[in-house]
């Protein structure tokens, strides 16, 4: 019996994996346009980071967490979502005492126990950026704009972007006393996840996809409601700024988003036609984070966006992703002398800067010339025992046919002048 990979992760090949690369470097240039900074955390985090952090009510920390115990009996977590990790290291390296706002972003890997459906995987790769120091207004619209913009320059369009305040701790004393008058009547018609979330955290019922939840909760108080004066202002300015930089957004006053750290602004970017599964991306404030997890009151603000959703909606918006170039030489060498010199001749291209390959299973002319091919080569180097004798190649140019001779000593300084 053949071992697979495991249910819920994939194995990206050649031939694909240049999507990937071309979101993340799109991304990656799209940081440093905004003035970000990359960091890279463990793959693997002490447990302890993600219930403090993410939030023990969550159902990531309930359900979706790969959590194991090292030989020296320490309980470690797979990299569960980007932002904890990264306010782990924003603390352990007293990043406080730089100049502020620390700006950072990140690519990585995900790891969470859900079921896989399109799009959606048990390790997936996340794109995200943190800002650490700024409550203003202008911090949480900066992050949008980013993702926004990010979104449409590879190509996107069939996208929105809803947005919501789920208030601060204050305000959010009213809103869980309300909400919580409102379910009384109806907690044993919702699911039991639910019906657990109604005294440890009741407003993550808004965001239940149960169609009976739904259904019950439609008339609920929502967050909107019950915000304080300071909460109103905030949000209504990061509208105002969202608006000034012409980025279309809606309001969803039912938006909560998945994970307990977030405070008053919350947004999510959901693409059009991509399944029951929509959001391509989201995130929020979290100004709580840093103490739950040891640090001193830091304000925070960041996003996180899927790169397999991400490809989901670009192949369905029927975006077309570059191929990566092919490679600019092919030697080829017919018979043992000549072999060596096109193997050197490869070798002395590659030290040049040059892309080039040359066979490696002693093949003939024919099948290499086919090889070449295949794999987009623009030039073909063909040196024979004559060649050899004569001191001259053939450089058959692959895209129009024609071919000439070149000495020997001339052709390193014809390869590379492309």
Do not use: W
Request: charged content about 25%.
């Amino acid at each position: 019996m053949s071992i697979t990979s495991p249910r819920g992760t994939q194995d990206i090949l050649p031939g694909v994996v240049h999507k990937f690369q071309y979101v993340e470097e799109t991304f990656r240039q799209m940081c440093h346009k905004f003035g970000y900074h990359e960091i890279r955390t463990p793959v693997f985090e002490h447990t302890e980071l993600f219930l403090r952090g993410v939030g023990e009510t969550t159902d990531i920390v309930q359900k979706e967490m790969y959590t194991f115990d090292d030989r020296g009996g320490r309980s470690l977590t797979l990299k569960a979502e980007g932002t904890a990790p990264v306010a782990r290291a924003h603390i352990e390296h007293k990043l406080h005492g730089q100049t502020q706002p620390i700006k950072m972003y990140y690519i990585t890997p995900v790891f969470r126990y859900e079921r896989p459906q399109a799009g959606r995987y048990r390790q997936h790769e996340q794109c995200g950026v943190e800002v650490f120091g700024a409550s203003s207004a202008q911090a949480d619209a900066e992050v949008i704009i980013l993702a926004d913009t990010f979104y449409r320059e590879l190509g996107l369009n069939k996208f929105e972007l809803a947005i919501n305040s789920v208030g601060c701790p204050e305000c959010r004393v009213t809103h869980r006393a309300t909400l919580q008058e409102a379910l009384r009547p109806v907690l044993h018609e919702l699911c039991q996840d639910c019906q657990g979330r109604f005294e440890r955290n009741p407003m993550r019922i808004l965001d239940c996809k149960n169609a009976t939840c739904q259904l019950h909760t439609a008339h609920a108080p929502t967050t909107r409601d019950t915000l304080c004066l300071a909460c109103e202002e905030h949000y209504g300015k990061v509208r105002e700024l969202l608006t000034a930089a012409s980025v279309q957004h809606r309001e969803n006053p039912r938006l909560v988003r998945g994970l307990d750290y977030y405070t008053r602004t919350a947004f999510e970017f959901l693409s059009v036609g991509i399944g029951a599964q929509s959001a391509i991306g989201g995130g929020g404030r979290y100004d709580g984070l840093m103490e739950s997890v040891g640090g001193q009151p830091t304000p925070g603000v960041g996003f996180g966006l899927g790169v397999e959703r991400i490809l989901l909606a670009m192949e369905l918006e029927g975006v077309e992703i570059p191929e990566p170039p092919g490679v600019h030489v092919f030697a080829i060498g017919l018979g043992e002398v000549a072999a060596q010199y096109a193997f050197s001749l490869v070798q002395d291209l590659r030290r040049a800067g040059v892309p080039a390959e040359t066979d490696l299973l002693e093949r003939s002319l024919k099948a290499q010339l086919k090889y070449a091919a295949k794999i987009s080569a623009g030039k073909v180097v063909i040196i024979g025992e004559s060649e050899m004798e004569k001191q001259v190649a053939v450089v058959r140019d692959m895209a129009g046919g024609e071919q000439k001779e070149v000495p020997l000593p001339e052709l390193i300084a014809l390869l590379t002048n492309r």
